[in-house]
């Protein structure tokens, strides 16, 4: 388990300035860069509050110092969570509370009688219905601000605020050669890698479909697609890409805890997002 603090023992000795909020117990992308931000708040000197899942992996990505209040959110109606939720944040008196993903934004509706702010953080074209209580709204990429924005939300409201990542070391010559062996690529082959959970919501079968017509050499070079995650669609994907006739130019690698070491042999990342995940319900 975590080296938090005991449940509950937040400091007061400063106001809490921010409280993060999330309900999900795996670690994807929008886990780690929670855990990121959350920690480098807490690294810069704010005043912050992790609100999260006390079963979560979440809980061993922060720092040790954070203060942590565990409520499970077990779903989008689990009513004790709610109040718990609002309980918390009437007790610290954050004066934002941003939250982040479908369930946590649903289940976190901020007391009326003193003045909180309420961002929600959107990477998906989500349907917006249990969004639209907060305050503010931060997409992760401007076509998600625009939809935003086209869907009701006022724009004075809506920020662009895209991730971030902690700039690893580069790596030696001799290590990017041996990642490349256990790829079974090439020395010389180009390479293009894409990251992220194998689920409907991402563009993976648009991503194979797009690569079954990049030629098998470019300029002498042989091309590969190198496929770095896991997910319901992991079987479905890998059967497409045979029907593709391109199963031998792509490597799955499954869920991979720093998925930048295969980014960095990458001539190309590719992030893809099918226009079909509009309006689409996020976890």
Same mark, same amino acid.
Not at 123 to 128: A, E, P, S
């Given at each position: 388990?975590?080296? &938090?603090?005991?449940? *509950? @023992?937040?400091?007061?000795?400063?106001?809490? $300035?921010?409280?993060?909020?999330?309900? +999900?117990? /795996?670690?994807?992308?929008?886990?780690?860069?929670?855990?990121?931000?959350?920690?480098?708040?807490?690294?810069r000197?704010?005043?912050?509050?992790?609100?999260?899942?006390?079963?979560?992996?979440?809980?061993?990505?922060?720092?040790?110092?954070?203060?942590?209040?565990?409520?499970?959110?077990?779903?989008?109606?689990?009513?004790?969570?709610?109040?718990?939720?609002?309980?918390?944040?009437?007790?610290?008196?954050p004066?934002?509370?941003?939250t982040?993903?479908?369930r946590?934004?649903?289940?976190?509706?901020?007391?009326?009688?003193?003045?909180?702010?309420?961002?929600?953080?959107?990477?998906?074209?989500?349907?917006?219905?249990?969004y639209?209580?907060? &305050?503010?709204?931060? *997409? @992760?990429?401007?076509?998600i601000?625009?939809? $935003?924005?086209?869907?009701?939300?006022? +724009?004075? /409201?809506?920020?662009?605020?895209?991730?971030?990542?902690v700039?690893?070391?580069?790596?030696?010559?001799e290590?990017?050669?041996?990642?490349?062996?256990?790829?079974?690529?090439?020395?010389?082959?180009?390479?293009?890698?894409?990251?992220?959970?194998?689920?409907?919501?991402?563009?993976?079968d648009?991503?194979?479909?797009?690569?079954?017509?990049?030629?098998?050499?470019?300029?002498?070079?042989?091309t590969?697609?190198?496929?770095v995650?896991?997910?319901?669609?992991?079987?479905?994907?890998?059967?497409l890409?045979?029907?593709?006739?391109?199963?031998?130019?792509?490597?799955?690698?499954?869920?991979?805890r720093?998925p930048?070491?295969?980014?960095?042999?990458?001539?190309?990342?590719?992030?893809?997002?099918?226009?079909?995940?509009?309006?689409?319900?996020?976890?």
């Amino acid at each position: 388990m975590s080296n &938090h603090p005991p449940y *509950g @023992n937040v400091s007061t000795d400063r106001p809490i $300035l921010s409280a993060h909020v999330i309900g +999900a117990r /795996r670690l994807g992308g929008a886990e780690l860069f929670y855990a990121r931000l959350v920690n480098a708040l807490h690294r810069r000197g704010h005043a912050t509050l992790a609100v999260a899942n006390p079963d979560s992996l979440i809980v061993n990505e922060l720092c040790p110092e954070v203060s942590l209040i565990p409520i499970p959110m077990r779903g989008i109606w689990d009513l004790w969570s709610r109040w718990q939720i609002q309980k918390t944040i009437r007790k610290y008196g954050p004066e934002i509370v941003q939250t982040y993903m479908g369930r946590a934004t649903r289940l976190t509706h901020l007391p009326t009688d003193r003045r909180f702010i309420h961002v929600a953080r959107l990477g998906g074209y989500y349907t917006l219905t249990g969004y639209r209580h907060a &305050h503010a709204w931060i *997409g @992760n990429t401007q076509g998600i601000c625009d939809y $935003l924005i086209r869907n009701g939300l006022p +724009a004075s /409201r809506v920020f662009h605020i895209g991730n971030f990542i902690v700039p690893p070391e580069p790596s030696p010559p001799e290590l990017l050669a041996q990642r490349r062996q256990e790829l079974a690529v090439p020395p010389d082959a180009l390479l293009v890698v894409a990251v992220g959970r194998l689920h409907p919501v991402k563009g993976f079968d648009d991503l194979l479909t797009a690569f079954a017509s990049v030629p098998a050499t470019l300029a002498g070079r042989p091309t590969y697609l190198i496929i770095v995650g896991d997910g319901p669609l992991n079987q479905a994907l890998q059967h497409l890409s045979e029907q593709l006739g391109i199963a031998r130019r792509v490597r799955w690698t499954g869920w991979q805890r720093d998925p930048g070491r295969f980014q960095e042999l990458a001539d190309l990342v590719v992030c893809p997002l099918p226009p079909r995940t509009v309006g689409q319900r996020h976890p």
